[in-house]
């Protein structure tokens, strides 16, 4: 059986939203996915709306054509940083390893790591990964968990066999 991946990027923004800031790292994230072999299903930037977001994520995790969906942005201390809460209101199953493994790489580049609040897990059989909402970090998040996205999407779509580290 081989999954292809089939992705949606969201950037959470507010001034992207409405039109105050160019997308940096929505456009980078596409990028990285595309690179990493995933079809590219939807890009969309949306604000940090809590009830939207959380209906958007639901949105495209109940679709057949996408199993994996990114957000960047809307994972730090801020007051409307609400990415996290949309996320864990939708998912019915946590992927905590993904979330811990990303902070404890890029801590290793910057302090600020440690204020990422980015949870993952599955809806409806979509793998939700959150990400900061800076360029450099979704160029150093996607790093950590790139080599394992086939494998997670693969899983959740019943092919259960083993892959070795090698390949």
Known sequence: MT????????T???????????????????????EAGADIVAHEVVSDDLDPLADKLREFAERSDVNLIITTG???????????????????????GLAEAMRL?????TPMAMISRGVCGICSGTLIINLPGSPKAVGESFAVIRPVLAHAVALLEGDTRHVSKTG
């Open 105 to 109: 790489e890029t801590l290793r580049h």
């Open 12 to 34: 959470v923004s507010d001034r992207s939203a409405l039109g105050e800031q160019e997308d940096a790292s929505g456009p980078a994230l596409v990028e990285l996915l595309r």
């Open 74 to 96: 809307g994972t730090g201390l801020g007051p409307r940083d609400n990415t996290p809460e949309a996320t864990l209101r939708v998912i019915e199953r946590e992927a905590p």
């Open 3 to 10: 999954t292809s991946i089939r992705a949606v990027a969201i």
